[in-house]
């Protein structure tokens, strides 16, 4: 009879125990939707391999729109692209979201990309 009991008393507790891993973990499952559903289309294209070839024309206008030397902006950004299939977000910076797009350097060690 104790013994019956004993193991009533384990199931019980691994239940609780189970209820809670559950419990929390649906918690973060949600709290993760909620942020995806809120930010998601602002990454695309902002990590690497994330763009398809042809997205590249329209995330370099928008990168080099504020730069006085729109032509060769384009022309590298339209260039890094392909290699990359990101561009950064923004008109400057934020390059740590796309590591080739960051990490390609002209002989001189300058950045390729704007």
């Not at 609780?16 to 930010?39: C, K, P, W, Y």
């Not at 998601?40 to 024309?57: A, E, I, N, V």
């Not at 950004?77 to 392909?82: D, F, G, T």
Request: aromatic share 8%; with cysteine; hydrophobic share 25%.
């Amino acid at each position: 009879m104790a013994r019956a009991q004993g193991i009533l008393l384990l199931c019980i507790a691994l239940l609780l125990v189970l209820a809670r891993e559950n419990e929390v973990s649906g918690l973060f499952d949600t709290e993760f939707d909620v942020r995806a559903s809120q930010g998601s289309h602002q990454m695309y294209g902002t990590t690497q391999g994330s763009l398809k070839p042809q997205d590249c024309r329209p995330r370099c206008t928008s990168r080099c729109s504020q730069t006085s030397y729109k032509k060769p902006c384009m022309f590298f950004c339209q260039k890094c692209c392909a290699k990359c299939l990101c561009v950064p977000a923004g008109t400057y910076g934020n390059k740590q979201t796309c590591p080739c797009y960051n990490n390609w350097k002209t002989k001189r060690g300058g950045p390729k990309c704007p």
